[in-house]
T-cell receptor
C-alpha cells in the first residue's frame, strides 16, 4: 500500500515569511495533487502535476515535482493569514482512487 | 453555481443509534465519493459511485456502514448501529472526470 508522508506535520509562522512543505511517497506517483483545506471546510484542489521535474506556480505558491516522481514540495512566498489551513498531497491510484497524505497544518500569524 | 451540498453539518448521537448522512453532488457530475477524515488516519476513501453504481466499497469499514445513490442528485451514507469510534468528519465529493474532485463542507459526526 502506497504511503504519502508529509512534513512538517505542523508549522506556525509570522505573516510575510516564506515556507516549504514536503510530500514523499513510498512509490512513484501517478498524478500528484495538492489541496488546501480550511477549518470547517472540505479540501480544495490547488494543482495537479504529472511530469517529473515539473514546476507550477499559482500566485505566491510554487509546486515542484521531483525528477523521480516520488517527492514534491510546495513553497509559499510571503505567507499571509489567508494561507492558514491543512495542506494535503494526494496521488491518483488507478482511475479514481486517491491516496491522501498525512497533511501539514499551517498557521500564519498576523 | 452550487457546490456539493451535505447535511447535516453537525450530528451528535448516542452509541447504538442510526445515523444518516446526505449528499447532493454538483449537477452533471457522474462520480461521487464518500470519505472519512480523522486525526489518526487522515482522509480515507470509503466508497466510490460512478453513474449511480457503487464501483468500489473496499474502504467501508464494516457491515454497519452502507451507502446508496438512488439517483444522480442524491446519495446517503448510513451507519447502523453507530459506535464512538465512528466519530469523524465525513466528506462527500463529486467529479465529472478522474482528475478533479469537488468536496462538500463535510458532516462532523460525534457518537457518545
Amino acid at each position: 500500500t502506497q504511503l504519502l508522508e508529509q512534513s512538517p506535520q505542523f508549522l506556525s509562522i509570522q505573516e510575510g515569511e516564506n515556507l516549504t512543505v514536503y510530500c514523499n511517497s513510498s512509490s512513484v506517483f501517478s498524478s500528484l495533487q495538492w489541496y488546501r483545506q480550511e477549518p470547517g471546510e472540505g479540501p480544495v484542489l490547488l494543482v495537479t502535476v504529472v511530469t517529473g521535474g515539473e514546476v507550477k506556480k499559482l500566485k505566491r505558491l510554487t509546486f515542484q515535482f521531483g525528477d523521480a516522481r516520488k517527492d514534491s514540495s510546495l513553497h509559499i512566498t510571503a505567507a499571509q493569514p489567508g494561507d492558514t489551513g491543512l495542506y494535503l498531497c494526494a496521488d491518483l491510484s488507478g482511475t479514481y482512487k486517491y491516496i491522501f497524505g498525512t497533511g501539514t497544518r499551517l498557521k500564519v500569524l498576523a | 453555481d452550487a457546490g456539493v451540498i451535505q447535511s447535516p453539518r453537525h450530528e451528535v448521537t448516542e452509541m447504538g443509534q442510526e445515523v444518516t448522512l446526505r449528499c447532493k453532488p454538483i449537477s452533471g457530475h457522474n462520480s461521487l465519493f464518500w470519505y472519512r477524515q480523522t486525526m489518526m488516519r487522515g482522509l480515507e476513501l470509503l466508497i466510490y459511485f460512478n453513474n449511480n453504481v457503487p464501483i468500489d466499497d473496499s474502504g467501508m469499514p464494516e457491515d454497519r456502514f452502507s451507502a446508496k445513490m438512488p439517483n444522480a442528485s442524491f446519495s446517503t451514507l448510513k451507519i447502523q448501529p453507530s459506535e464512538p469510534r465512528d466519530s469523524a468528519v465525513y466528506f462527500c465529493a463529486s467529479s465529472s472526470n478522474s482528475y478533479e474532485q469537488y468536496f462538500g463542507p463535510g458532516t462532523r459526526l460525534t457518537v457518545t
